[in-house]
Structure formats: structure tokens, C-alpha cells
């Protein structure tokens, strides 16, 4: 059975930083493109980045949030720096085969999220 479990959300003041973590039990992460996406209330759930051999970020994002990988750990982190009030939302981590996987259908498998509330 395969389970992603998000850890690291809470509270933060604007210009802060959080490091959200996703732990993988079930599959290996290393044989998987594991994307981040988060979820603001009454919005729909976008894409904040992803990892493969490289990694890649929304525009939204670009040049504050890292995504990074410890495959020893069967990990991958998102590193969030510059924190807007704006980031606030559920933020979710996800699995899939498809290498430049973006959009949500291109994910098999998630974590059930973890609130980031950024106060201004």
C-alpha cells in the first residue's frame, strides 16, 4: 500500500520560512517524479513544483521555493523561503511515472496535505 505523508506546515510571519517534508512508504521515490501542489480555500488545486533528475517551479514560486530529494530517506522536501501571505494554503505532495508531470491527472499517487498559513 502506498502512502505519502506531508509533515512541516504551520504558521508563519511573512518573509519567513518553512521546509515541508514528504515521506514515501509503498513505493520508491527515486523511480518517480514527485510534484508539490497546493490549495488555497475556494480555489482550485495548482501546481507549485516538481523534481525528477532536475526540478521545475511555477512561476509563482520561482526563486523562493527549492524542492529537494534524499533517496536514502525516501524523502523530498520543499524548501520555502520569502514567504507571502499569498502561499497560504494546503500544500500536497504527489507521485508519478510521467517525467515532466505538471498538471494533476499526471499523478497517481497523495499525501493528504498540510496547511502553510503565512500572516502579514
Known amino acids: 500500500q502506498v502512502q505519502l505523508v506531508e509533515s512541516g506546515g504551520g504558521l508563519v510571519q511573512a518573509g519567513g520560512s518553512l521546509r515541508l517534508s514528504c515521506a514515501a512508504s509503498g513505493l520508491t521515490f527515486g523511480s518517480y517524479t514527485v510534484g508539490w501542489f497546493r490549495q488555497a480555500p475556494g480555489k482550485e488545486r495548482e501546481f507549485v513544483g516538481r523534481?525528477?533528475?532536475?526540478?521545475w517551479y511555477a512561476d509563482s514560486v520561482k526563486g523562493r521555493f527549492t524542492i529537494s530529494r534524499d533517496n536514502a530517506k525516501n524523502t523530498v522536501y520543499l524548501q520555502m523561503n520569502s514567504l507571502k501571505p499569498e502561499d497560504t494554503a494546503v500544500y500536497f505532495c504527489?507521485?508519478?511515472?510521467?517525467?515532466?508531470?505538471?498538471?494533476?491527472?499526471?499523478?497517481?499517487?497523495w499525501g493528504q496535505g498540510t496547511q502553510v498559513t503565512v500572516s502579514s
Open positions: 523534481i525528477t533528475i532536475s526540478d
Open positions: 504527489a507521485a508519478g511515472r510521467r517525467t515532466a508531470a505538471t498538471v494533476l491527472r499526471e499523478y497517481d499517487y
